[in-house]
């Protein structure tokens, strides 16, 4: 883990963002009130948030492509 020295949170978007990275473990605070970044738990998040834009994207890909075949092949 890599220690966050002096976050400071400027704006409620990054308070948010901190706060949601915090929910999936991604930046852990310590009893110390020091915050550290888990770059495995980012990579877990980064696979799951890409499996979800390939859901967004793939599947109206995947039903446009089956319109076409209904339209055109049968």
């Known amino acids: 883990m890599r220690h966050l020295k002096n976050i400071s949170y400027p704006t409620q978007v990054i308070a948010y963002t901190i ?3 915090m ?4 930046v852990k605070r310590t ?3 020091r915050f550290y970044f ?3 738990n980012w990579n877990q998040l980064k ?4 499996v979800g ?7 109206p890909l995947i039903l446009f492509l ?3 075949f209904v ?4």
């Open 23 to 26: 929910e999936n473990g991604v």
């Open 71 to 74: 339209k055109y092949v049968l």
């Open 19 to 21: 706060a949601n990275l």
């Open 38 to 40: 888990d770059e495995q």
């Open 66 to 68: 089956i319109f076409l």
């Open 47 to 50: 696979k799951k948030v890409n």
């Open 31 to 33: 009893q110390d009130e």
């Open 53 to 59: 834009y390939l859901v967004l994207i793939g599947l």
